[in-house]
Structures are given as C-alpha cells and as structure tokens.
T-cell receptor, first 112, second 114 residues
Framework: GQQLNQSPQSMFIQEGEDVSMNCTSSSIFNTWLWYKQDPGEGPVLLIALYKAGELTSNGRLTAQFGITRKDSFLNISASIPSDVGIYFCAGPATGGYQKVTFGTGTKLQVIP | EAQVTQNPRYLITVTGKKLTVTCSQNMNHEYMSWYRQDPGLGLRQIYYSMNVEVTDKGDVPEGYKVSRKEKRNFPLILESPSPNQTSLYFC?????????????FGNGTRLTVT
C-alpha cells in the first residue's frame, strides 16, 4: 500500500532549538494530519490541514500544506523536553478516502 | 471522559492460538479502524469500519479478522497468530470519514507471538 515518506527519520536536538520535519508523497493529498505519539501511548492529533498553502499554528507548532499538495511541513519552535516522541503525518489514501495512510514517522529526542 | 479503550495492553501468545483484542469507544463515532506499528514502517491500517456491519480491508489485512456488531465495539481477531504478527496494535475512531477526520487512538496493545 501507499506510504508517506517522512524525514528525518530521527533527530537529536538541544533544548531550546527549533525543529523542522517534512512529509512527502508521490501523489496529491487533500488533507494532511499531524500526530504526536508520546512513549507508551497512542498518537494524538496536533494539527489538521485542509487547503493547499494553508499555514496553521498550535502553540509552538506550525504546520504547512505544501503548494504542490504532495508535501507538508511541521516546525516546532523553542523545543522543550516534553516534545520528545514520534511525529507522524497522515492523510486519506489514494483511491479510497475511507482508508488512512500514515508516514513512517520522525523520532525526536531533546537533550536538556 | 471521551476515550478509546483497548484490552489487553500486553499479550504474549504462541503460534496458532486464536486471540481477540477488544476495542471500545464512548464517543458515538461511526468510523473505527485498526493499525499496527512496526519500527521504520510507521502505522499501517489493517481494517476499518464505516458503521455497524460495514467493514473493509486496509493495507495489511492478511491474517486478521474484524467484526462490527455494535457501534461502540470493534474487536480485532487473529485466528491463527504467527510470529510476524508480533507488533504494537492501535485501535482508533473518528466522527468523520477515514483520512479526512482526526483519529482518536487507544493506548495500544503490544502483542508477542512466539
């Protein structure tokens, strides 16, 4: 099945630094959803994007729906230790909107 | 409290011994789905259900069964588990359609098949 590619796969950053990650697809997406998974828990929605070019913020998090509709970006400003976790992008699968496609995930480690 | 509840949290079993992982949501959501999470592969959808008695395959349905007899429950059944089904499983629900609507996830079931 289709998968979304996320990069980087993992990253170590110093507390206080800004973080950027992205998600790319070979096909057009109409919706991008960004989730965060804390260790030992299920993913939780961070930001939802529904329109090409859309830029949406949630506290220190900002996500963008790429103009080409084949990518999306998530930025975290001034990282803190509780930002540790795995970040996933997701959207409706090509050819079947009832199905959901997830990205491979970006694992973030924050060094205090 | 609105939530998706999965049981058990941890399960160790042997090859071929049938098992069921339960999932229940209290948000009156129509859409429910199951995922498995494996390192480097992210989350992959196993099965989903648009409503009671309506289920369909996701990307990795082989070796799994589901049923949706009530709106709140969506159990995942492994008739004859094999070691390659060792994984972390998540159930999720939403009040919209599949990939468009935000999903609410349970806390996961870690399954080990020996």
């Amino acid at each position: 099945g289709q998968q979304l590619n996320q990069s980087p796969q993992s990253m170590f950053i110093q507390e206080g630094e800004d973080v950027s990650m992205n998600c790319t697809s070979s096909s057009i997406f109409n919706t991008w959803l960004w989730y965060k998974q804390d260790p030992g828990e299920g993913p939780v929605l961070l930001i939802a994007l529904y329109k090409a070019g859309e830029l949406t913020s949630n506290g220190r998090l900002t996500a963008q729906f790429g103009i080409t509709r084949k990518d999306s970006f998530l930025n975290i400003s001034a990282s803190i230790p509780s930002d540790v976790g795995i970040y996933f992008c997701a959207g409706p699968a090509t050819g079947g909107y009832q199905k959901v496609t997830f990205g491979t995930g970006t694992k973030l480690q924050v060094i205090p | 409290e609105a939530q998706v509840t999965q049981n058990p949290r941890y399960l160790i079993t042997v090859t071929g011994k049938k098992l069921t992982v339960t999932c229940s949501q209290n948000m009156n959501h129509e859409y429910m789905s199951w995922y498995r999470q494996d390192p480097g592969l992210g989350l992959r959808q196993i099965y989903y259900s648009m409503n009671v008695e309506v289920t369909d395959k996701g990307d990795v349905p082989e070796g799994y069964k589901v049923s949706r007899k009530e709106k709140r429950n969506f159990p995942l059944i492994l008739e004859s588990p094999s070691p390659n089904q060792t994984s972390l499983y998540f159930c999720a629900s939403s009040d919209g359609t599949g990939g468009f609507a935000p999903l609410h996830f349970g806390n996961g079931t870690r399954l080990t098949v020996t």
